[in-house]
């Protein structure tokens, strides 16, 4: 009894976990990924969001097998911003795991530009401030919103697959982040639809040291994610792969990287949904003009 008052107070005060899932290639497997890792914290107890920041292809809700009515464009288009307004955009989803769908086919979302982003960010906060953890599913590259929501979060796990070309991008993508003014930020790389797990190893620990070696970031290894047939079935089947073929492979692997990074050291303050947001604001102020003279 003692020991669960002093759990649920600890809880209460347990601060929200802020992830993006990023990667330099698409399709390497961000948004399997991001909605697998979701569906096991949640089932494990926690209390997760996704948010589909995908802005213009989002496909988070295809993968969770949902039909949203809205997305966040809605945040973007109400004039003022109410309390709490931008909850009734969250989806109830399997195994418990809140949505918050990104627009898909939406043009004008994919190219945001600077204040419509900073409108975004801040209505996007109110949303997300009563789950354990965050998960932010980005789209490949670097478009605007993508590179603010890799610059400002401390923790990003990386999504690359063992060929040449994903390995080439996922290093390109650090080297960007590597340049702006986070200390210690955690990258966590996982390799996805992996068929031959010695080369997959080699490719992973080739851009582990080469990243130690010339950019100032270290990356951590979190695991390795087996090429499963059983994906594409679950997918034709609109069920969400972990729930549906929790016994295969691939469903193993997620398991034990999400365990790995449940239990890595990411509850401190600066890898916190609150953080995240003070540091986009940062990012996204209004620049000053230069005096005239
Ligand atoms: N481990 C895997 N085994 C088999 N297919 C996978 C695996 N991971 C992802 N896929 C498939 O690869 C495709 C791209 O994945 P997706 O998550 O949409 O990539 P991204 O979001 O990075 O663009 C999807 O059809 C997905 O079902
Ligand atoms: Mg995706």
Known sequence: ??????????????????????????GTGKTFLAANLAIQWSLWGKRVVLVDADLGLANLHVVLGLDPEAHVMALLQSRRSRNGQGRELLVPGPAGVQLLP?????????????????????????????FDVVVVDLSAGI?????????????ILLVSNPD??????????????????????????????VRDVVAAN?????????????????????????????????MARRQPFLLDRPNSPAAGAIRSVARRLLSSDGADARASTTAFFARSAELLAPRRRAPSR
Not at 6 to 24: D, K, M, N, P
Not at 164 to 187: G, T, W
Not at 204 to 222: F, Y
């Open 202 to 234: 080699h490719a992973g620990s080739r851009i582990l040291a080469t990243t130690e070696k010339h950019l100032q970031q270290q990356v951590k290894m979190l695991g390795l994610v087996p090429e499963d047939d059983a994906v594409a079935i679950s």
């Open 102 to 130: 990104g627009g898909s086919g939406v043009e004008h979302l994919a190219s945001l530009n600077r204040s419509e982003l900073r409108r975004l960010v801040q209505r996007l906060e109110p949303c997300l401030d009563d």
């Open 1 to 26: 009894m003692v020991t669960e008052a002093i759990e649920a107070g600890r809880g209460a005060r347990r601060r929200s976990r802020f992830i993006v899932v990023g990667s330099g290639k698409g």
């Open 143 to 155: 478009s605007k919103s993508t590179l603010l929501f890799l610059s400002a979060a401390a923790e």
């Open 164 to 193: 040449p070309s994903a390995i080439l991008d996922a290093y390109a993508v650090i080297k960007v982040l590597s340049h702006s003014s986070i200390q210690e930020r955690r990258v966590h790389l996982i390799m996805n639809r």
